[in-house]
């Protein structure tokens, strides 16, 4: 089994960045994409991120194209969510997710592992 642990969540001032990291440990899928989903308070899980196993391939949800960046490094099994010019609607508990099977994985249910979470609370 693969096993996801978040890291890099925390509090930050409007503007501010943090980079999320997600650790894969146990059996890692080295072929697998990785994503970043997000629960917002009062809000449903919604689609953040992604990277194909490759790294060649990346895709956005368009409330955080241009501020977010997703890498990753196969060789430390980890990927990585840089989160610049934040801002409060950001707030929300961030997941990370690992699929097996689709390429670009954007619906939650194309992915196969999914982590704990980390919260990010940005302050106004």
């Known amino acids: 089994q693969v096993q996801l642990i978040e890291s890099g969540g925390g509090l930050v001032q409007a503007g501010g960045s943090l980079r999320l990291s997600c650790a894969a440990s146990?059996?890692?899928?080295?072929?697998?994409?990785m994503g970043w989903f997000r629960r917002a308070p009062g809000k449903e899980r919604e689609f953040v991120s992604t990277?194909?196993?490759?790294?060649?391939?990346?895709h956005y949800a368009d409330s955080v194209k241009g501020r977010f960046t997703i890498s990753r490094d196969n060789a430390k099994n980890t990927a990585y969510l840089q989160m610049n010019t934040l801002k409060p609607e950001d707030t929300a508990v961030y997941y990370c997710?690992?699929?097996?099977?689709?390429?670009?994985?954007?619906?939650?249910?194309?992915?196969?592992?999914w982590g704990q979470g980390t919260q990010v609370t940005v302050s106004s």
């Open positions: 990277i194909s196993w490759s790294g060649r391939d990346t």
């Open positions: 146990g059996r890692t899928c080295s072929t697998c994409a």
């Open positions: 997710a690992a699929s097996s099977s689709v390429l670009i994985p954007i619906a939650e249910y194309d992915y196969n592992y």
